[in-house]
């Protein structure tokens, strides 16, 4: 199939342009240049394929790809031209049992096919406009991360026991889950459970206080139980055919670390763990670019007594994790509900902090009384 075929804009007519608004030139706000440029640039036929397209090609649409090849792929949870391109041959070898040589013409094929290359900021632009931002349900955590918790991209909400990073995973799942009448996304969520910790009870809770009917939003989240790393892996594996199938737009690792810490403990072995980890990381980042998804990993904390200047617990994983994340995200304990969120590194937010609740209804914003 074409790029032409496969792009709607470039056979669509451009929308007719409202007629604009009388304006003084002082009136202007600094951002409004953003505004400015974005309808003009619809208007014109982009020379790239755009992501959210690509999400859609299946992966027997591959240059070349006989029915064979094209089963193993998606038996190995390789659906989309996309996750081919993406993919290295190596990957695929082992993954899909399939030659080497196979593997380097299916990825050049698929990436020829994506335009893989460079891209003018510009376009770069209006694709991370088009990203969906969940909601948190409380408007200062969602102020804190530029509106909410971003598609195509991995946030980390690392932080103590019973600092909530639990409740907002849950939250976060309501309301990708929750249809958009109640001011959901109308989607679904995936939920890689590693602790035991998933409470369907607290679903239906946070559902009370939107009137959305509970039933329908457990059906539209998705749970594994992962009992060791290994497993945890493994459904990481089998998540693209679940993404596909049910349009998830949210996957929830809760905990990203806890097996692997318990795993591989000791010295000795941190080697070992931190190339799993990495491996294991590197696989959510592309889940998250391939299926346009919002990927959540939560992290526990190490106490180092004998730091004696600034902060005395650390997010587990080291430098891989801290590089991995797009977006981290502290939580500390407050007085009685309240909890602190802080925005320790991300590409686009400052290091800011803010704070919310966890209530019976799920997180909120915290009422200040007079
Ligand atoms: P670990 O998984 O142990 O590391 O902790 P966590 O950060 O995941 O904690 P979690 O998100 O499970 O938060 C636990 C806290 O949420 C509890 O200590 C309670 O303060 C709060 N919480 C849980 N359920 C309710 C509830 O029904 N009502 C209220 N008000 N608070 C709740
Ligand atoms: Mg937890």
Redesign the pocket.
Known sequence: MSKKENNPEITKKPPTAKKPSVKRKSDKKDEDWIKDIIPKQRKSVPKQQKKQDLSDIAVSQIPGIGPAISEKLITSGYLTLAAVGHASPIELVEHCEIGEQTAKRLITAARSQMGIGFQSAKIMLETRQKLVKIPTGSKSLDTLLAGGVETSSLTEIA??????????CFQLCVMTAMDKKYGGLGSSAIYIDT?G?FRPE?II?MCNKFGAPAEEVLNNIHVGRAYNSDHQMVLLLESPKLIKEHNAKLMIID?LTSHFRAEYAGRGSLVERQQKLNKYLHQLLRLAEVYDIAIVA?N?VLSKPDVLYGETTFPIGGHIVAHSCQTRVF?RKGKG?KRIARVIDSPHIPEIETIFA???DGIADVVVND
């Open positions: 932080g103590e026991f019973r600092t909530g990073k639990t409740q907002i602790e910790t607290r809770q905990s939560t526990q939580l509900e966890i209530t019976s």
